[in-house]
């Protein structure tokens, strides 16, 4: 039973450039979530798709954009990109309730270094 | 706006003890709270997820209690060992906007 799959494990990029994160969600699930975790710092919500709509948004500028196919999985879009964009990128899913009181299961995440 | 504290950022202890990490959060009104653990590089894996109605859930060496009235919530660790030695991290859920809110998290080394 695969677990949260993210690709690429790491990446580099320079300012202005625009950059897509993929992730696959643990079988079975069907709501994805995406963080930002800067070095020393807590994850920070982005966004959570589920049912190939965007549900919930974190405080995040329109320049983070993100999509669900019809299997579950999603991409992360990021345009412009500045080097406060340098941070790890985790992916999260779960089984979606009335409650949200499923905990939810995360990659390893993709690396962002922006020079 | 919910915030999460955790303390103490940093502890390093001898291995064979019994730990206790804390959570702080300002908005009572959670649907739920989890602890993590990520290892250096890693993603987070869940250790305990409590609802709200819950006072405390148990797995193995870990128990994490908590009480919604005071804002806070505990992490014991009985018997620590050196592979317990990783960052632990809080989370509540809002209850109504299901956004979760994670705390800086706690840095844990066990040395033998």
């Known amino acids: 039973d695969a677990g949260v799959t993210q690709s690429p494990t790491h990446l580099i990029k320079t300012r202005g450039q625009q950059v897509t994160l993929r992730c696959s969600p643990k079988s079975g699930h069907d709501t994805v979530s995406w963080y930002q975790q800067a070095l020393g710092q807590g994850p920070q919500f982005i966004f959570q798709?589920?049912?190939?709509?965007?549900?919930q948004r974190g405080n995040f500028p329109d320049r983070f954009s993100g999509h669900q196919f019809p299997n579950y999985s999603s991409e992360l879009n990021v345009n412009a990109l500045l080097l406060g964009d340098s941070a790890l990128y985790l992916c999260?899913?779960?089984?979606?309730?009335?409650?949200?009181?499923?905990?939810?299961?995360f990659g390893d995440g993709t690396r962002l270094s922006i020079l | 706006k919910q915030e999460v504290t955790q303390i103490p950022a940093a502890l390093s202890v001898p291995e064979g003890e019994n730990l206790v990490l804390n959570c702080s959060f300002t908005?009572?009104?959670?649907?739920?709270l989890q602890w993590f653990r990520q290892d250096p590089g890693k993603g987070l894996t869940s250790l305990l997820l409590i609802q709200s109605s819950q006072r405390e859930q148990t797995s193995g060496r870990l128990n994490a209690s908590l009480d919604k009235s005071s804002g806070r919530s505990t992490l014991y660790i009985a018997a620590s060992q050196p592979g317990d030695s990783a960052t632990y991290l809080c989370a509540t859920i809002s209850g109504g906007s299901y956004i979760p809110t994670f705390g800086r998290g706690t840095s844990l080394i066990v040395h033998p």
């Open positions: 798709y589920y049912e190939e709509e965007e549900r």
């Open positions: 908005d009572s009104a959670i649907y739920n």
């Open positions: 999260a899913s779960s089984w979606r309730t009335t409650g949200g009181d499923q905990p939810q299961h």
